[in-house]
């Protein structure tokens, strides 16, 4: 089975902070996904990556920043946490071929920003 | 546990019934569609997925029909179990946009009754 890992399931930050979200997969997948989940929004794309060293925005990506230095790893960034990026985050994997493959999800880190 | 959306719409039925949950699509270019299945604390579970080409599609106890007439698309769940009580979201592939990333739908939640 695929394993997507988000380092965290909760955490909680200071407006003005510098965060990072880490989140792993083990399937060797050349597609990862950032997205926020917040009540009746559904989940919304902040950036993508097809690629060591690639990345693309997302609707959403004001605010936020990524990087991925290996295959396995893409982490999201906020630098500097405002309270309206209080929110789920969920990280997700998929293979390339052709880009029509399901994404496999983590469980979400749920970050509250004080 | 945690709510994954306070505004969506619901569906409840009683345990055994078959549930139909639906989705509306907008872009008549979308290509392949996932259905996905959230529990409370959860990231969104891969359930199904289809083809523009195809019209159903059956797994385990679920059928995915896809009407491109109408950009309708259904999830049938038959024998609905307490265990299947969770957010449904519907998510396309919109390739006119040039993004091989998919878009969600807000989600409905199924309450089963038993």
């Known amino acids: 089975d695929v394993k997507v890992t988000q380092s965290s399931r909760y955490l909680v930050k200071r407006t003005g902070e510098k965060v990072f979200l880490e989140c792993v997969q083990d399937?060797?997948?050349?597609?990862m996904f950032w997205y926020r989940q917040d009540p009746g929004l559904g989940l919304r794309l902040i950036y993508f990556s097809y690629d060591v060293k690639m990345k693309e925005k997302g609707d959403i990506p004001e605010g936020y920043s990524v990087s991925r230095e290996k295959k396995e790893r893409f982490s999201l960034i906020l630098e500097s946490a405002s309270t309206n990026q209080t929110s789920m985050y969920l990280c997700?994997?998929?293979?390339?071929?052709?880009?029509?493959?399901?994404?496999?999800f983590g469980d979400g880190t749920r970050l509250s920003i004080l | 546990g945690e709510s994954v959306g306070l505004h969506l719409p619901t569906l409840s039925v009683q345990e055994g019934d078959n549930s139909i949950i639906n989705c509306a699509y907008s872009?008549?270019?979308?290509?392949?569609f996932i259905w996905y299945k959230q529990e409370s604390g959860k990231g969104p579970q891969f359930i199904i997925d289809i083809r523009s080409n195809m019209d159903k599609r059956q797994g385990q106890r679920v059928t995915v029909l896809l009407n491109k007439t109408v950009k309708h698309l259904s999830l049938q769940i038959a024998a609905t179990q307490p265990g299947d009580s969770a957010v449904y979201f519907c998510a396309e592939n919109r390739r006119s946009t040039g993004r091989r990333a998919l878009t969600f739908g807000s989600g409905t939640r199924l309450q089963v009754q038993p």
């Open positions: 997700a994997s998929s293979y390339l071929q052709g880009g029509d493959q399901p994404q496999h």
């Open positions: 872009n008549s270019a979308s290509d392949y």
């Open positions: 399937m060797d997948h050349e597609n």
